[in-house]
């Protein structure tokens, strides 16, 4: 059985940092592409971050590109999110997810077999 663990959320005042974890426990990131998506309130889930299998290519969504560092440590089986300058519009519960399969990174969170429990990021002065 796959898990995944986030941590790592809080209250961040706008322009400040943190760095996401997700622990991944019944499957090997070698093995299984890891997602993050993120969900605010009366909004749909939409995809953050990507690592795949393949070549640990790495994918943005565009509101985060240039302030956002996917990475995973292997050794610790954990996929970290780095997020930078940090913006009202952040505010979201953050998931990890993994589709449980070998290969790319899928688009669309429906594709996601495995989700995490997740972790809020509350951006506010």
């Known amino acids: 059985q796959v898990q995944l663990v986030e941590s790592g959320g809080g209250l961040v005042q706008p322009g400040g940092s943190l760095r996401l974890a997700c622990v991944v426990s019944?499957?090997?990131?070698?093995?299984?592409?890891i997602g993050w998506f993120r969900q605010a309130p009366g909004r749909e889930r939409e995809g953050v971050s990507c690592?795949?299998?393949?070549?640990?290519?790495?994918y943005y969504e565009d509101s985060v590109k240039g302030r956002a560092t996917i990475s995973r440590d292997n050794s610790k089986n954990t996929v970290y999110l780095q997020i930078n300058s940090l913006k009202p519009e952040d505010t979201a519960d953050y998931y990890c997810?993994?589709?449980?399969?070998?290969?790319?990174?899928?688009?669309?969170?429906?594709?996601?077999?495995?989700w995490g429990q997740g972790t809020q990021i509350t951006v506010s002065s």
């Open positions: 019944g499957a090997s990131l070698d093995r299984y592409p």
């Open positions: 997810a993994t589709p449980g399969m070998y290969g790319a990174c899928p688009i669309e969170p429906s594709n996601y077999k495995y």
């Open positions: 690592i795949s299998t393949r070549d640990g290519i790495k």
